[in-house]
C-alpha cells in the first residue's frame, strides 16, 4: 500500500499548518484548552477540499446544538447524576444512530452534537456551575479548528473532490477492461473473487466522490447528472460481466463447439477495446448479425451469453459516452435520482445501545469510585466509539488501540520532558511538533487507515500544548491513565459489537436480497424504471458491503457470502430481462410467466441460508425453459428461455 506521495505530503503540510495556526490563536486568545483545538483539527480534517467543505457547516451546527443541550441538561440533572450520566448517554447514542443512518455529510452533524456533549458534559459534572463557561470554550475551540482548516483550504495544490473523481472513474473502466479481457481470452482460468470485490468497491466509491465534488469544483451540478448514471451503468454492467462468465463456464462444460462460434465476437470487441472507440463499430454490428446464420446460434441463445454480450457491448458503448460527456463538460439535459444506499437500521440501533450501555457503565464507576479523572475516561470513550461506527473495524482492534495510545503517550512524554524545556518561542516549538505531526497527517491522508491515528494523537495532546510550559508528572499520569482506560473500553466495546453482530448483519444484507428478487420476480407486470434503479443500486451497496465485512471472515464463510453476492446479482439481471422480454409474449405465455413468477418470489422471500440446495422450483423453470424451445424455434421464446437458464443456474440449479 503505498502512503507517502505528493498529495499526501501536501495534505499533511497544509493539516499540520492549520493546528499550528489553531494552537497560535488559541494562545493569544488565551483559551483554557488550546490542545483540543489541535486535536480537533485533525479530526475534522480531509484529504480532500470537498470532503473539508461539505462537513465543515454540519461540524458547526452539530457543535452549537451539542453544546446547547449540555447547558440545558447538565445544570438540571447535575444533584442526579445517574440520570444526568443516562440522558447524556442516551443523546449520544441517539445521535450516533442518526449518523449511522444518514450516511452523508450531514451524518457530521449528528456526529458533532453527539461527542460535543461528552465533551463538555462529563468534565462539568463535578463543577456545574462552569457549565456555560466550558460550553463556549469547548465550542470556541472546535469553532477555531474549523476556521483554521476552512482556510488553510484556499491554498494551492489543494486536491479536489472532482479531480479524484475522474481517477477512480478511470480505475473502474480499467479494471472492468483487465476483466473482460481475461473472459475473453484466458480459457479456463477465470478472474479471483477479489478481483470483482475491488471492482464492486470501486464503483460504490464513486457516489461518496461525487457528493464532496460538488462542493468543490466548479459547475460540477452541470454533470452531476451524467456522473450518476455512469456509476448505474457500470453497476449494470458489473452484473452482466459476472453473468457472462457463469454462461462462459457453462458452454465449456456442455457446449464448447456453441462457443467456438462466439470467438470472432470476442476477438471484434477486443479490437474495439483497444481501439479506444466509443462507437460500436459496424463490424462487430454486423458480426451479431451473422451470428444468426450459424448452426450453434440456438444454442448460444438459450444459454443466454448471446443476449448478455449484446448487452454488455451496448452498455460499454454507454459507459464511454457518459464518461465523454463528463470529461467535455456537457451540460447535463435532465434531472437525476440519487442513489439509493442500504440502511440496517436493526445494526444501527443496537450500536447505539450498545455505546449508551458503554457510557453508563463507565460513568458509574467513574461516579462510584470518586475518581477525579472519571470524566475523561468517558469522554475519550464515546468520541472513539462515534469515529469507528462501523462493522468494518479490525478485529484485534482494542489491543490496537492500546498499543497505539501508548505510542502517542511516549512522543507526548518525550516533548513534554525532553523537548520542550529547552526551548524557547513559538517557531521552535512548531519545529519541534512538526517531526511528529507530519508523519502523522501523511498517514491520515490514507481513508482506510486514518482511523488508526486517532488514539497517537490522543496521547500526543498529552504533552503541555499550552500558553505557558508547565509539565508536571502528577498532571501527565492524571491525562494517560483516562486515556489509556477510555481507549481500552471503546475498543473493547466496538470488538463486543463486531463478534456479536457482524454475522447477523451480514446475514440481513443478503436477507434483503431475497427480499429485493422477490419484488423483481413477482405477478406485477411491469415494475417502474426509477423502481428498478433503487433495487440496483441497494443491491451493489449490499454487495459492496458484504464483500467488505466478509473479508475478516474465516475462509469457508468468506467463500458463502462471495459466491451468494455474485449469484444474487446475476439472478438481479436474469429477472429483469425476464420481465422485459415477456412484455413481448402472448397474454397466456404471460400468465404462465407470472406463474413461475410467483414461485420464485416465494422462494426468495424465504431464503436465509448462503448456501442452500436448488430450490424445487428450479424443475419447474428448467421444464418452463424447454417448452419455450419445443417445436417452432422463436426468436423471442428462446431469448426468454435464456434468460431463465441463466436465472436457473443462479438458483443452483441445472439448465435446459
Request: aromatic share 10%; glycine share 6%; with cysteine.
Given at each position: 500500500?503505498k502512503?507517502?506521495?505528493?498529495?499526501?505530503?501536501?495534505y499533511?503540510?497544509?493539516?499540520?499548518?492549520?493546528?499550528?495556526?489553531?494552537?497560535?490563536?488559541?494562545?493569544?486568545?488565551d483559551?483554557?484548552?488550546p490542545?483540543?483545538a489541535?486535536?480537533?483539527?485533525?479530526?475534522?480534517?480531509?484529504?480532500?477540499?470537498g470532503?473539508?467543505?461539505?462537513k465543515g457547516?454540519?461540524?458547526?451546527c452539530?457543535?452549537v446544538v451539542?453544546?446547547?443541550?449540555?447547558?440545558?441538561?447538565?445544570?438540571?440533572?447535575?444533584?442526579?447524576?445517574?440520570?444526568?450520566?443516562?440522558?447524556?448517554?442516551?443523546?449520544?447514542?441517539?445521535?450516533?444512530?442518526?449518523s449511522?443512518?444518514d450516511g452523508?455529510?450531514?451524518?457530521?452533524?449528528?456526529?458533532?452534537?453527539?461527542?460535543?456533549?461528552?465533551?463538555?458534559?462529563?468534565?462539568?459534572?463535578n463543577?456545574?456551575?462552569?457549565?456555560?463557561?466550558?460550553a463556549?470554550?469547548?465550542?470556541?475551540?472546535?469553532?477555531?479548528?474549523?476556521?483554521?482548516?476552512?482556510?488553510?483550504?484556499?491554498?494551492?495544490?489543494?486536491?479536489?473532490?472532482?479531480?479524484?473523481l475522474?481517477?477512480q472513474?478511470?480505475?473502474?473502466?480499467?479494471?472492468?477492461?483487465?476483466?473482460s479481457i481475461?473472459?475473453?481470452?484466458?480459457?479456463?482460468?477465470?478472474?479471483?473473487?477479489?478481483?470483482?470485490?475491488?471492482?464492486?468497491?470501486?464503483?460504490?466509491?464513486?457516489?461518496?466522490?461525487?457528493?464532496?465534488?460538488?462542493?468543490d469544483?466548479?459547475?460540477f451540478?452541470?454533470?452531476e447528472a451524467?456522473?450518476?448514471?455512469?456509476?448505474?451503468?457500470?453497476?449494470?454492467?458489473?452484473?452482466?460481466?459476472?453473468?457472462?462468465?457463469a454462461?462462459?463456464?457453462r458452454?465449456r462444460?456442455?457446449?464448447?463447439?456453441?462457443?467456438?462460434?462466439l470467438?470472432?465476437?470476442?476477438?471484434?470487441?477486443?479490437?474495439?477495446?483497444e481501439s479506444?472507440?466509443?462507437?460500436?463499430?459496424?463490424?462487430?454490428?454486423?458480426?451479431?448479425?451473422?451470428i444468426?446464420?450459424?448452426?450453434?446460434?440456438?444454442?448460444?441463445?438459450?444459454?443466454?451469453a448471446?443476449?448478455?454480450?449484446?448487452?454488455?457491448v451496448?452498455?460499454?458503448?454507454?459507459?464511454?459516452d457518459?464518461?465523454?460527456?463528463?470529461?467535455?463538460?456537457?451540460?447535463?439535459?435532465?434531472?437525476?435520482?440519487?442513489?439509493?444506499?442500504?440502511?440496517?437500521?436493526?445494526?444501527?440501533?443496537y450500536y447505539?445501545?450498545?455505546?449508551?450501555?458503554?457510557?453508563?457503565?463507565?460513568?458509574?464507576?467513574?461516579?462510584?469510585?470518586?475518581?477525579?479523572?472519571?470524566?475523561?475516561?468517558?469522554?475519550?470513550?464515546?468520541?472513539?466509539c462515534?469515529?469507528?461506527?462501523?462493522?468494518?473495524?479490525?478485529?484485534?482492534?482494542?489491543?490496537?488501540?492500546?498499543?497505539?495510545?501508548?505510542?502517542?503517550?511516549?512522543?507526548?512524554w518525550?516533548?513534554?520532558?525532553?523537548v520542550?524545556p529547552?526551548?524557547?518561542g513559538?517557531?521552535?516549538?512548531?519545529?519541534?511538533?512538526?517531526?511528529?505531526?507530519?508523519?502523522?497527517?501523511?498517514?491520515?491522508?490514507?481513508?482506510a487507515?486514518a482511523g488508526?491515528?486517532?488514539?497517537?494523537?490522543?496521547?500526543?495532546?498529552?504533552?503541555?500544548?499550552?500558553n505557558?510550559?508547565?509539565?508536571?508528572?502528577?498532571?501527565?499520569?492524571?491525562?494517560?491513565?483516562?486515556?489509556?482506560?477510555g481507549?481500552?473500553?471503546?475498543?473493547?466495546?466496538?470488538n463486543?459489537?463486531?463478534t456479536?453482530?457482524?454475522?447477523?448483519?451480514?446475514?440481513?444484507?443478503?436477507?434483503?436480497?431475497?427480499?429485493?428478487?422477490?419484488?423483481?420476480?413477482?405477478?406485477?407486470?411491469?415494475?417502474?424504471?426509477?423502481?428498478?434503479?433503487?433495487?440496483?443500486?441497494?443491491?451493489?451497496?449490499?454487495a459492496a458491503?458484504?464483500?467488505?465485512?466478509?473479508?475478516?471472515?474465516?475462509?469457508?464463510?468468506?467463500n458463502?457470502?462471495?459466491n451468494?453476492?455474485?449469484?444474487?446479482l446475476?439472478?438481479e439481471?436474469a429477472?429483469?430481462?425476464?420481465?422485459e422480454?415477456?412484455?413481448?409474449?402472448?397474454p397466456?405465455?404471460?400468465?404462465?410467466?407470472?406463474?413461475?413468477?410467483?414461485?420464485?418470489?416465494l422462494y426468495?422471500?424465504?431464503?436465509?441460508?448462503?448456501?442452500?440446495?436448488?430450490?424445487?422450483v428450479?424443475?419447474?423453470i428448467?421444464?418452463?425453459?424447454?417448452?419455450?424451445?419445443?417445436?417452432?424455434?422463436?426468436?423471442?421464446?428462446?431469448?426468454?428461455?435464456?434468460?431463465?437458464?441463466?436465472?436457473?443456474?443462479?438458483?443452483?440449479?441445472?439448465?435446459?
Open positions: 500500500m502512503i507517502i506521495s505528493s498529495s499526501s505530503v501536501i499533511s503540510m497544509r493539516t499540520f499548518a492549520a493546528a499550528m495556526l489553531a494552537l497560535y490563536l488559541s494562545f493569544q486568545l483559551l483554557s484548552h490542545a483540543w489541535f486535536l480537533t483539527t485533525y479530526i475534522i480534517s480531509a484529504p480532500l477540499r470532503g473539508g467543505r461539505s457547516l454540519y461540524r458547526i452539530g457543535t451539542g453544546a446547547a443541550f449540555t447547558v440545558l441538561t447538565v445544570p438540571t440533572l447535575v444533584d442526579a447524576p445517574e440520570l444526568l450520566t443516562l440522558v447524556i448517554a442516551l443523546w449520544i447514542a441517539f445521535c450516533l444512530y442518526l449511522i443512518l452523508t455529510p450531514r451524518a457530521y452533524f449528528f456526529i458533532l452534537a453527539g461527542y460535543t456533549t461528552a465533551l463538555i458534559g462529563f468534565p462539568s459534572v463543577a456545574p456551575q462552569t457549565i456555560f463557561d466550558t463556549v470554550a469547548r465550542t470556541e475551540e472546535i469553532g477555531m479548528a474549523i476556521f483554521c482548516i476552512e482556510l488553510m483550504g484556499y491554498l494551492p495544490f489543494n486536491q479536489r473532490a472532482g479531480d479524484v475522474n481517477a472513474i478511470q480505475k473502474c473502466f480499467l479494471k472492468i477492461r483487465q476483466l481475461t473472459l475473453m481470452t484466458s480459457g479456463k482460468n477465470n478472474p479471483p473473487p477479489i478481483d470483482y470485490a475491488q471492482l464492486i468497491m470501486g464503483i460504490g466509491s464513486l457516489d461518496t466522490l461525487r457528493i464532496q465534488a460538488s462542493y469544483t466548479p459547475h451540478s452541470d454533470i451524467w456522473v450518476v448514471a455512469l456509476q448505474r451503468s457500470l453497476q449494470n454492467f458489473f452484473a452482466d460481466l459476472i453473468t457472462f462468465e454462461q462462459l463456464n458452454l462444460m456442455n457446449n464448447a463447439d456453441a462457443l467456438v462460434s470467438q470472432p465476437i470476442t476477438n471484434a470487441i477486443l479490437a474495439w477495446i479506444g472507440e466509443i462507437a460500436v463499430p459496424q463490424g462487430l454490428n454486423e458480426l451479431f448479425i451473422k444468426h446464420q450459424t448452426k450453434h446460434q440456438q444454442e448460444l441463445i438459450k444459454s443466454g448471446f443476449d448478455n454480450l449484446s448487452h454488455m451496448a452498455r460499454r458503448e454507454e459507459c464511454l457518459l464518461h465523454h460527456k463528463i470529461m467535455t463538460n456537457t451540460k447535463a439535459d435532465h434531472e437525476f435520482v440519487t442513489i439509493a444506499h442500504y440502511v440496517d437500521y436493526r445494526q444501527a440501533a447505539g445501545l450498545a455505546v449508551a450501555l458503554q457510557l453508563v457503565a463507565g460513568s458509574l464507576f467513574w461516579i462510584k469510585a470518586g475518581w477525579p479523572e472519571g470524566g475523561t475516561m468517558v469522554t475519550f470513550a464515546s468520541l472513539m462515534c469515529f469507528f461506527s462501523s462493522l468494518e473495524a479490525p478485529p484485534d482492534i482494542a489491543i490496537k488501540f492500546l498499543i497505539l495510545c501508548c505510542l502517542g503517550a511516549a512522543i507526548g518525550i516533548y513534554s520532558f525532553v520542550f529547552h526551548i524557547t513559538f517557531v521552535l516549538f512548531v519545529y519541534v511538533l512538526a517531526f511528529s505531526c507530519v508523519p502523522i497527517g501523511i498517514i491520515m491522508s490514507n481513508p487507515i488508526a491515528m486517532l488514539p497517537v494523537l490522543f496521547g500526543v495532546t498529552l504533552a503541555s500544548l499550552q505557558r510550559f508547565d509539565a508536571d508528572i502528577t498532571s501527565f499520569l492524571n491525562g494517560f491513565v483516562p486515556q489509556i482506560a481507549v481500552v473500553l471503546a475498543g473493547a466495546v466496538l463486543f459489537i463486531r456479536v453482530t457482524l454475522k447477523s448483519a451480514t446475514s440481513r444484507m443478503l436477507n434483503r436480497n431475497g427480499y429485493a428478487l422477490a419484488l423483481l420476480a413477482g405477478d406485477t407486470p411491469v415494475i417502474d424504471e426509477k423502481e428498478i434503479d433503487i433495487i440496483t443500486d441497494n443491491m451493489t451497496h449490499r458491503l458484504s464483500l467488505t465485512r466478509c473479508r475478516i471472515l474465516n475462509k469457508e464463510e468468506y458463502r457470502v462471495v451468494r453476492v455474485l449469484l444474487d446475476q439472478a439481471r429477472l429483469i430481462n425476464m420481465k422480454a415477456t412484455k413481448k409474449m402472448s397466456d405465455l404471460q400468465s404462465s410467466v407470472n406463474d413461475i413468477g410467483g414461485k420464485i418470489a426468495f422471500s424465504g431464503r436465509r441460508d448462503l448456501a442452500s440446495p436448488p430450490p424445487e428450479c424443475d419447474d428448467r421444464k418452463f425453459a424447454r417448452t419455450l424451445n419445443h417445436g417452432v424455434h422463436s426468436i423471442d421464446k428462446m431469448r426468454l428461455a435464456g434468460f431463465m437458464n441463466t436465472l436457473n443456474r443462479s438458483m443452483g440449479g441445472e439448465a435446459a
